[in-house]
């Protein structure tokens, strides 16, 4: 049984800092492009950030616009884990943040292409 957990969501003031994690298990992760989502309130989920499995050795990173050059992603495969670190929070990126993973090769960047997600945690920025 496949489970993506997410922790270190949390509380921060305008211009903080969080880092996520997102812990794997029941998959072969080294297999799997993994990402971060977003949704916030009456929003659809959006694209945050992937890394993505472009051949059976490399991964590739993609960014959404709104948080490139505060946002890192990175993996750790012996962890089986993702991370998303979180720089200069604004007030919009207030919303429940969701790992996920995809079996493709491939950029990992739209919904439809997760094969499983995790269970969302909360990401809350305030002035």
């Known amino acids: 049984q496949v489970q993506l957990t997410e922790s270190g969501g949390g509380s921060v003031q305008v211009g903080g800092s969080l880092r996520l994690s997102c812990a794997a298990s029941g998959l072969t992760f080294g297999g799997y492009s993994m990402a971060w989502f977003r949704q916030g309130p009456g929003k659809e989920r959006e694209f945050v950030s992937s890394i993505s499995r472009i051949s059976s050795t490399l991964y590739a990173t993609s960014y959404a616009d709104s948080v490139k050059g505060r946002f890192t992603i990175s993996r750790d495969n012996a962890k089986s884990t993702v991370y998303l670190q979180m720089n200069s929070l604004k007030p919009e990126d207030t919303a429940v943040y969701y790992c996920?993973?995809?079996?493709?090769?491939?950029?990992?960047?739209?919904?439809?292409?997760?094969?499983?997600w995790g269970q969302g945690t909360q990401v809350t920025v305030s002035t």
């Open positions: 996920a993973a995809d079996s493709r090769i491939g950029l990992f960047t739209s919904t439809p292409d997760a094969d499983y």
